[in-house]
Structures are given as structure tokens and as C-alpha cells.
């Protein structure tokens, strides 16, 4: 019975959010491969893709199609079941952190009713995305060694030790901003975050915590498996790694995950530290407009404006850099990045005690 | 349940042990062509390596005892595709050595052109892929118009592009064009900006530098006892260039450096390279200014493609056959091989793209080669690679291939 006392309208509210994000981030991972290749095509000095629509638009639907028309393949000496459930693993695990982002302000109604544009509000959210995060190394490795093929299995070794070695520097460069916010719900780390300006200093994370968003955004190339850190999938050397023997669209959904993970992983970037839906003098803009829904809608296009910047910074390092070396990536995890981090972290600890300590 | 058939030789004992066995090869990425290779790996690292030649093995050797001499010139064309007019030069040479032609100066200047171009052409292909190999894809796209750029000038002059069949016995085919020297012209305002471009991307990169340091090195005296020649001799240190050591075409008129490296490892070979692109470009200017002074001086030089005493050996040119008859008889046995050599044994040798290309031919006077041996350097440099590659990691292994430039078609012949 306890189904019953839910409100309805809050169960009607979160379904169409939930399908509007669960859409919206698919789209925006289909519109990112065409993102890629155009930006990989105009800093190689190519055209890229052009044939299907204009600028090529159309080819991610044309890409899909051809992928669902591409003869399914399960190699006789692999685990089924695994085998199986690796992309499974990958699209799932890619889709879930998508449920704690912040996406736009509260926005209330005429009629007083406070609509959310967040589908969960866990007041443990960050632990939440390093949780699922943690997991989607799960389908790499599964999907690997399932495959019972030499090249796919040292990509999943890779990609699980790179997974581990990187979590850590991540998680502790995370701890120093947490303690300036002192929470760990993304809601209230954005809100925190209002507008541009605030105190005398810049109220975004990133001007607080300089050293932790490089250390961040370093991990998170790595976890993404992206350029310089793409060692699972180095199409030199393990020819395209742990997917190489799969077909059709399980194939599609190690490759969409891909890119639905760096949509996501921008958007948490964006939100942590570049002050999620947040702007400038959005204070003013807010009275002036005087109409609650097209501000939250400026909000919403201002938090994607900052993910698709975030999102072309990824593509302009992966076609500009080559990539580490097995060993050389272990040692920049644990040798640079997790001192780094730790000094990071006494450093902040010491300033908040020194000047923010208010008994 | 029946016993597993194992049709592949495993190494002793290999289901047993706790290493793995890897089959870098033979259609691998990264292997740029067909080679094989055998690892035996300990998690990353390279225990033991064993590499097979002769997967694509077309007896170049053999058939050429039973072609005329103008149709050996497109089998080498297909040993280093990178650089094929250094083979057709290099061949056509040695025929000229046999019968004893001189080549006029103007002959040399334009070969030394070409060849040079397609020495940069090697060059590029060979470092852009160790960016490839290292993940650095733009770079091989930055660098692949400038190649785009010297094909083109090989277009002009002889018609085709990857597999040239450039030039004859005694010289061109016909002369060089207005717009062949227009194009090599410009082709020499962009090469410094590209390979400028292309250092300022690679060169001091601190994660391609962390990558190609060290890895797949050779010392120096183990390079003179495998009998490396080229870049990769070069850069273990030792100066050794074909150009300067025998000097052939005229080359002794040119003045060049020899860059020289000193671990021998990938880096080195990278930046050895490198340093013979810019040496290769001012050649190339020297080449033209001699030419133009040479034209200067002789007017009538203008028209000299081709050494007179070659005569016999240079097919007329198109309109004399299509309207005098002698000429199409001759043409006719031209192609056909109708046409004697002196009998006698020479070897000819010229710096190619990746080492030394030398051709031993033996005649014994009749319309083929009794036996004609070509001296690939790429089937000495793989013989070296499983030393160079073990104790490293997987990934060194992959760039030291793509560094030593082995190109399958020369290795295998």
C-alpha cells in the first residue's frame, strides 16, 4: 500500500524527467561521436563526415543503423553469459550517473508546485557517481575476458588496473573540495556555487580549488579511457582491445557508452567545479525576465553550453596527444598524482582551519 | 572429451608455463604490413621473440633472372614502396655501371632531386607512424600532404605516384617539365613550415619523448655485426652513409651533414630522421641552383635527359615511334628485351630510404641477368628486432617495428 501514498504527480514528474534525461543523454552521446570526428576531421585537416545529410548530420543515426544491421558474432570458445552482460554492464553503468546531475534550478510553478530538474537528490551523491563509476570497469573487464582472446584480456588488465590507480587520486583531490562544502550532495555543491561573483572572490570551484580540478580532470580523462590514457583500446597496439571481438550493437554499446561517459563525466566535472547551471550576473537576469521558466531554461542551456565546451576539450586532447605507456601511466598515478592530491588536500585542510574556522 | 589439435608449433612446454603466447602479426595494426611475430609475454613484457620472414615472399631474386633489364625496374618498385625511385635509380645505376655509361651532370642534379624528394617522402611516412604508433594520430595527416605534395612532383615527371618506374638507363624518360620545376619550387617554400610544424608537435612532447626514449635501443657494435646501414646505423652512432662513403651521382659535389644519434633507440632513429629531411631539403636547393647554373652556362644542357651512350638502352621518344619505322623496331625490341648486355659482375649501392640498397648483378651477356641479388636492408634490420625488443614492454616492441621502418615488400622481396 505504501505505492499508493506516493504522489502521483511526483511519480508522473520524475518519469518524464527520468525519459527526458535517459533521450537527451543518448542523443547528446549519438551527436558526440559526430562531434568527434568532425572536430578529429578539422584538426587533421579533413572534411569528416559529409555524405549523410548536411554537415554529415545524419550519420550517427546512419552509423547506428548499420551497426543493428551488422551480423551478431559470439565466438565459439567465449562465456556466453559474460559476454553478454559486459556492454550490458558498460551502456548501464554509463546511463545511472546520469540520475544525480543537477540539470537546471528548482523551477516554481504558478501554482506553488516546485518542479526539480534533478532526478535524485541523494545527499550522498558524490559517493554515489564514484560508486558507479567504480562499476563501469566491470563490463570492460567482463567483455574482455569473456571474449577468451589475447588482446581483449590484457586491455581488460589494463583497463583495470588504470581504473584503480586512478580512482584514488580522484577520490582524494574530491576530498579537498568537499571539505570547503562541506556536503556531498551535488545539489547543494552547485548552489553553493550561485552565480559568478560572490564575497569578494569567485564563486566557482574551480578558482578554489585550481590544483584539485587538474588532478580531477586528469582522472577523469583516465577513467573515460580517453587519449593520453586510451591504453584499454589502443587501436596500435591491442587493436582496438577489449571490444575487438565483438560485433553488431554490442559492439554499439561499448562504443555509446564511450561517449555517453564523457557527456556524463562533463557534466559532473562542470557541475563539481565550474558552478553547474550556474553564470554570470544570473541574479539580475533572473529579475529582469521576471518569468520563472524561461530562466530555468537559460539555466539549463548555460550548464550544457559549459558540458559541450568541456566536452571538445576532451576531443581536442585526444587528437592532439599521443598516449602513455603502461608503466609510465602507473607511475603517474601513483608516484605524481596521489602525493599531489594529498598535498592538495592538507594544503586546503590547513587554510580552512587557519582562516575559515568559525567556532 | 578429445585432446585439443594443436596445428601451430607452440613454444616447449608453452601450455604449461605461466607466460603467454602472442601472435603480434601477421595482420596487426600496428605491424604495417605482413609480419609475423611470435611473443612470448610476461604480463606486458617481452621475454622472447620469433619473427617469421617471407610471408609475402614473391622470388623478386628469381624472376628477375628471367626479365629484361627494363622489367626489373618495377620489382623494385615494389621493395621499399616508400621511396621507389631511390630503387629504380639505384638499379638503373648498376646497369649503367655494367656497360660502363657516364651520366651527364644535369642528369645526376635531376636524380639527386628526386631521390632526395622520395628520401623525405620514407622520412615522413616513417616518423608520422611512430606518432601513430605512439597515438598521435594529426601529426600523420599534418605530414601526409606534404607527401601528397612530392607524389605529385613524381607525377609530373614520370606519370605515376607510389610505385614510380621513374626514370631509364642513362637518365628520364623525358625531360622535366616547366611545371615540375614549379611545383619542386614550391614544394621546397612548404617543406620547412611542415617540418617545423611537425617537430614543434613531436619533438620536445614530454609523453612522446617518455615513450621513445630508451626503448628498443641497439648499440652500436651490434648494429656493425647485424650490418645495419642507414638511419639506424646512424643513429647507434656511427656515421656510415652510402652518399659520402662511395659516393655515386654526383653526390660528392653536394655538401650535407650526416646527423648521427648516439643509444641507437627509437628516439634517436626519430630525430636522425629527422635531421636527413632538413639535410635532404638543402640538397635539393643545391641541386637546383646547380642546374640552373649548369643551364646558364650551357644553354643546350636545357635538353640533356638522358646520357648519349645510353642510346642503345633508351627507348626513342613517343612521336619517333609512331612515325618513323627504326624507331618503332627499336622500341619494339626495347620492350621485348631484345637488346644484349656485356657480359660482366658489378655491385651497385645507394643510400636508400632505410639503409643501403645494393644491387649484385651478374650477366652473362644475354637479354636478362644471370643472377641479380638485392641487398634489402629491412631483412637485416628484422633479424635484429627480437634482440632490440626483449625485456622491453609490448608497447616498445610496437614503435621499435614502426622505428626501424621495416617495410614488409623489401623485407621479404
Redesign the interface.
Given at each position: 500500500m505504501l505505492l499508493l501514498q506516493v504522489d502521483m504527480a511526483f511519480l508522473i514528474e520524475k518519469i518524464l524527467l527520468i525519459t527526458v534525461i535517459l533521450f537527451g543523454s543518448l542523443g547528446i552521446a549519438m551527436y558526440a561521436t559526430w562531434g568527434e570526428r568532425k572536430v578529429?576531421a578539422v584538426?587533421?585537416?579533413?572534411l569528416g563526415p559529409d555524405r549523410a545529410g548536411p554537415f554529415g548530420l545524419l550519420q550517427p543515426l546512419a552509423d547506428g543503423l548499420k551497426l543493428f544491421m551488422k551480423e551478431e558474432i559470439i565466438p565459439d570458445r567465449s562465456t556466453k553469459f559474460l559476454f553478454i552482460l559486459g556492454p550490458c554492464l558498460s551502456m548501464l553503468t554509463a546511463l545511472m550517473t546520469s540520475a544525480i546531475v543537477p540539470w537546471g534550478p528548482d523551477f516554481v510553478a504558478a501554482s506553488g508546485h516546485i518542479f526539480t530538474l534533478q532526478v535524485a537528490d541523494i545527499n550522498i551523491g558524490v559517493l554515489y557517481v564514484f560508486g558507479v563509476v567504480s562499476l563501469g570497469v566491470y563490463g570492460i573487464m567482463l567483455g574482455g575476458w569473456a571474449s577468451n582472446n589475447?588482446?581483449s584480456l590484457?586491455s581488460s588488465?589494463r583497463s583495470a588496473s588504470q581504473a584503480i590507480s586512478y580512482e584514488l587520486p580522484m577520490g582524494i583531490s574530491l576530498i579537498a573540495l568537499l571539505m570547503m562544502t562541506g556536503t556531498l550532495s551535488l545539489r547543494e555543491i552547485v548552489q553553493q556555487q550561485h552565480g559568478f561573483w560572490a564575497d569578494g572572490y569567485f564563486s566557482w570551484n574551480f578558482f578554489k580549488q585550481p590544483l584539485g580540478f587538474i588532478i580531477f580532470l586528469t582522472c577523469s580523462f583516465a577513467e573515460l579511457n580517453r587519449?593520453?590514457f586510451?591504453l584499454p583500446e589502443?587501436?596500435?597496439?591491442l587493436?582496438m582491445g577489449y571490444h575487438q571481438e565483438y560485433s553488431s550493437m554490442k559492439l554499439g554499446f561499448y562504443l555509446f557508452a564511450e561517449y555517453i561517459n564523457l557527456f556524463v563525466s562533463s557534466a559532473i566535472l562542470i557541475t563539481l567545479f565550474f558552478g553547474g547551471y550556474n553564470f554570470p550576473f544570473m541574479d539580475q537576469v533572473a529579475t529582469g525576465l521576471n518569468s520563472p521558466i524561461l530562466f530555468t531554461l537559460i539555466c539549463v542551456l548555460a550548464f550544457m553550453t559549459k558540458v559541450i565546451c568541456m566536452i571538445l576539450f576532451f576531443m581536442f586532447v585526444r587528437?592532439?596527444?599521443?598516449?602513455?605507456?603502461?608503466?609510465?601511466l602507473m607511475k603517474l598515478g601513483w608516484k605524481s598524482l596521489i602525493p599531489l592530491a594529498l598535498v592538495n588536500m592538507l594544503i586546503t585542510a590547513a587554510v580552512i582551519l587557519l582562516f575559515f574556522n568559525k567556532p | 572429451m578429445s585432446e585439443p589439435q594443436h596445428h601451430i608449433k607452440l613454444a616447449e612446454e608453452s601450455l604449461q608455463k605461466q607466460t603467454t603466447t602472442l601472435n603480434l602479426g601477421p595482420t596487426h595494426p600496428a605491424t604495417h604490413g605482413v609480419f609475423q611475430n611470435i611473443l612470448e609475454i610476461d604480463g606486458e613484457r617481452v621475454l622472447e621473440a620469433v619473427p617469421t620472414i617471407g610471408y609475402i615472399h614473391r622470388a623478386f631474386e628469381k624472376i628477375a633472372e628471367r626479365r629484361p633489364y627494363y622489367q626489373i625496374t618495377p620489382l623494385t618498385d615494389r621493395l621499399n614502396y616508400c621511396s621507389s625511385p631511390i630503387n629504380n635509380m639505384g638499379w638503373h645505376m648498376t646497369i649503367e655501371k655494367l656497360l660502363g655509361i657516364k651520366t651527364p651532370k644535369r642528369v645526376d642534379y635531376l636524380r639527386i632531386i628526386i631521390m632526395e624528394l622520395s628520401r623525405i617522402a620514407d622520412h615522413l611516412v616513417c616518423n608520422s607512424v611512430i606518432g601513430v604508433d605512439t597515438g598521435a594520430l594529426t601529426v600523420f595527416t599534418y605530414v601526409f600532404q606534404l607527401r601528397e605534395m612530392i607524389y605529385e612532383v613524381f607525377e609530373e615527371v614520370c606519370g605515376s605516384r607510389l610505385t614510380t618506374n621513374i626514370g631509364r638507363v642513362g637518365g628520364f624518360e623525358r625531360n622535366f617539365t616547366e611545371a615540375s620545376f614549379t611545383k619542386i619550387h614550391h614544394l621546397l617554400t612548404l617543406l620547412p613550415k611542415g617540418l617545423k610544424e611537425f617537430e614543434i608537435l613531436l619533438n620536445r612532447n614530454r609523453i612522446f619523448m617518455d615513450r621513445c626514449i630508451g626503448a628498443g635501443p641497439i648499440s652500436a657494435e651490434r648494429a656493425l655485426n647485424y650490418g645495419f646501414t642507414g638511419p639506424n646505423l646512424r643513429a647507434a652512432g656511427v656515421d656510415y652513409d652510402v652518399r659520402v662513403a662511395s659516393p655515386y651521382c654526383s653526390y660528392e659535389e653536394f655538401d650535407f651533414k650526416i646527423p648521427v644519434g648516439t643509444n641507437g633507440d627509437v628516439y634517436d632513429r626519430y630525430l636522425v630522421r629527422e635531421g636527413e629531411m632538413w639535410q635532404s631539403v638543402s640538397i635539393i636547393r643545391q641541386a637546383l641552383e646547380k642546374v640552373e647554373a649548369l643551364e646558364k652556362e650551357f644553354p643546350d644542357q636545357k635538353h640533356v635527359f638522358y646520357a648519349p651512350e645510353a642510346d642503345h638502352f633508351h627507348l626513342p621518344p613517343k612521336e619517333d615511334v609512331y612515325t618513323k619505322m627504326e624507331a618503332l623496331i627499336f622500341h619494339f625490341k626495347m620492350i621485348m628485351g631484345e637488346i644484349d648486355a656485356l657480359p660482366g659482375e658489378v655491385y651497385h649501392s645507394v643510400e636508400g630510404g632505410n639503409g643501403e640498397v645494393g644491387y649484385y648483378l651478374i650477366s652473362d651477356g644475354g637479354r636478362t641477368p644471370y643472377r641479380l641479388h638485392f641487398r634489402r636492408p629491412c631483412f637485416i634490420y628484422y633479424q635484429a628486432y627480437p634482440e632490440m625488443i626483449k625485456d622491453g614492454l609490448l608497447s616498445d616492441a610496437i614503435i621499435t617495428l614502426s622505428s626501424l621502418n621495416v617495410i614488409a615488400g623489401e623485407l621479404d622481396a
Amino acid at each position: 500500500m505504501l505505492l499508493l501514498q506516493v504522489d502521483m504527480a511526483f511519480l508522473i514528474e520524475k518519469i518524464l524527467l527520468i525519459t527526458v534525461i535517459l533521450f537527451g543523454s543518448l542523443g547528446i552521446a549519438m551527436y558526440a561521436t559526430w562531434g568527434e570526428r568532425k572536430v578529429a576531421a578539422v584538426m587533421q585537416d579533413r572534411l569528416g563526415p559529409d555524405r549523410a545529410g548536411p554537415f554529415g548530420l545524419l550519420q550517427p543515426l546512419a552509423d547506428g543503423l548499420k551497426l543493428f544491421m551488422k551480423e551478431e558474432i559470439i565466438p565459439d570458445r567465449s562465456t556466453k553469459f559474460l559476454f553478454i552482460l559486459g556492454p550490458c554492464l558498460s551502456m548501464l553503468t554509463a546511463l545511472m550517473t546520469s540520475a544525480i546531475v543537477p540539470w537546471g534550478p528548482d523551477f516554481v510553478a504558478a501554482s506553488g508546485h516546485i518542479f526539480t530538474l534533478q532526478v535524485a537528490d541523494i545527499n550522498i551523491g558524490v559517493l554515489y557517481v564514484f560508486g558507479v563509476v567504480s562499476l563501469g570497469v566491470y563490463g570492460i573487464m567482463l567483455g574482455g575476458w569473456a571474449s577468451n582472446n589475447k588482446f581483449s584480456l590484457l586491455s581488460s588488465i589494463r583497463s583495470a588496473s588504470q581504473a584503480i590507480s586512478y580512482e584514488l587520486p580522484m577520490g582524494i583531490s574530491l576530498i579537498a573540495l568537499l571539505m570547503m562544502t562541506g556536503t556531498l550532495s551535488l545539489r547543494e555543491i552547485v548552489q553553493q556555487q550561485h552565480g559568478f561573483w560572490a564575497d569578494g572572490y569567485f564563486s566557482w570551484n574551480f578558482f578554489k580549488q585550481p590544483l584539485g580540478f587538474i588532478i580531477f580532470l586528469t582522472c577523469s580523462f583516465a577513467e573515460l579511457n580517453r587519449a593520453p590514457f586510451d591504453l584499454p583500446e589502443c587501436e596500435s597496439e591491442l587493436n582496438m582491445g577489449y571490444h575487438q571481438e565483438y560485433s553488431s550493437m554490442k559492439l554499439g554499446f561499448y562504443l555509446f557508452a564511450e561517449y555517453i561517459n564523457l557527456f556524463v563525466s562533463s557534466a559532473i566535472l562542470i557541475t563539481l567545479f565550474f558552478g553547474g547551471y550556474n553564470f554570470p550576473f544570473m541574479d539580475q537576469v533572473a529579475t529582469g525576465l521576471n518569468s520563472p521558466i524561461l530562466f530555468t531554461l537559460i539555466c539549463v542551456l548555460a550548464f550544457m553550453t559549459k558540458v559541450i565546451c568541456m566536452i571538445l576539450f576532451f576531443m581536442f586532447v585526444r587528437w592532439t596527444l599521443p598516449r602513455f605507456r603502461f608503466d609510465q601511466l602507473m607511475k603517474l598515478g601513483w608516484k605524481s598524482l596521489i602525493p599531489l592530491a594529498l598535498v592538495n588536500m592538507l594544503i586546503t585542510a590547513a587554510v580552512i582551519l587557519l582562516f575559515f574556522n568559525k567556532p | 572429451m578429445s585432446e585439443p589439435q594443436h596445428h601451430i608449433k607452440l613454444a616447449e612446454e608453452s601450455l604449461q608455463k605461466q607466460t603467454t603466447t602472442l601472435n603480434l602479426g601477421p595482420t596487426h595494426p600496428a605491424t604495417h604490413g605482413v609480419f609475423q611475430n611470435i611473443l612470448e609475454i610476461d604480463g606486458e613484457r617481452v621475454l622472447e621473440a620469433v619473427p617469421t620472414i617471407g610471408y609475402i615472399h614473391r622470388a623478386f631474386e628469381k624472376i628477375a633472372e628471367r626479365r629484361p633489364y627494363y622489367q626489373i625496374t618495377p620489382l623494385t618498385d615494389r621493395l621499399n614502396y616508400c621511396s621507389s625511385p631511390i630503387n629504380n635509380m639505384g638499379w638503373h645505376m648498376t646497369i649503367e655501371k655494367l656497360l660502363g655509361i657516364k651520366t651527364p651532370k644535369r642528369v645526376d642534379y635531376l636524380r639527386i632531386i628526386i631521390m632526395e624528394l622520395s628520401r623525405i617522402a620514407d622520412h615522413l611516412v616513417c616518423n608520422s607512424v611512430i606518432g601513430v604508433d605512439t597515438g598521435a594520430l594529426t601529426v600523420f595527416t599534418y605530414v601526409f600532404q606534404l607527401r601528397e605534395m612530392i607524389y605529385e612532383v613524381f607525377e609530373e615527371v614520370c606519370g605515376s605516384r607510389l610505385t614510380t618506374n621513374i626514370g631509364r638507363v642513362g637518365g628520364f624518360e623525358r625531360n622535366f617539365t616547366e611545371a615540375s620545376f614549379t611545383k619542386i619550387h614550391h614544394l621546397l617554400t612548404l617543406l620547412p613550415k611542415g617540418l617545423k610544424e611537425f617537430e614543434i608537435l613531436l619533438n620536445r612532447n614530454r609523453i612522446f619523448m617518455d615513450r621513445c626514449i630508451g626503448a628498443g635501443p641497439i648499440s652500436a657494435e651490434r648494429a656493425l655485426n647485424y650490418g645495419f646501414t642507414g638511419p639506424n646505423l646512424r643513429a647507434a652512432g656511427v656515421d656510415y652513409d652510402v652518399r659520402v662513403a662511395s659516393p655515386y651521382c654526383s653526390y660528392e659535389e653536394f655538401d650535407f651533414k650526416i646527423p648521427v644519434g648516439t643509444n641507437g633507440d627509437v628516439y634517436d632513429r626519430y630525430l636522425v630522421r629527422e635531421g636527413e629531411m632538413w639535410q635532404s631539403v638543402s640538397i635539393i636547393r643545391q641541386a637546383l641552383e646547380k642546374v640552373e647554373a649548369l643551364e646558364k652556362e650551357f644553354p643546350d644542357q636545357k635538353h640533356v635527359f638522358y646520357a648519349p651512350e645510353a642510346d642503345h638502352f633508351h627507348l626513342p621518344p613517343k612521336e619517333d615511334v609512331y612515325t618513323k619505322m627504326e624507331a618503332l623496331i627499336f622500341h619494339f625490341k626495347m620492350i621485348m628485351g631484345e637488346i644484349d648486355a656485356l657480359p660482366g659482375e658489378v655491385y651497385h649501392s645507394v643510400e636508400g630510404g632505410n639503409g643501403e640498397v645494393g644491387y649484385y648483378l651478374i650477366s652473362d651477356g644475354g637479354r636478362t641477368p644471370y643472377r641479380l641479388h638485392f641487398r634489402r636492408p629491412c631483412f637485416i634490420y628484422y633479424q635484429a628486432y627480437p634482440e632490440m625488443i626483449k625485456d622491453g614492454l609490448l608497447s616498445d616492441a610496437i614503435i621499435t617495428l614502426s622505428s626501424l621502418n621495416v617495410i614488409a615488400g623489401e623485407l621479404d622481396a
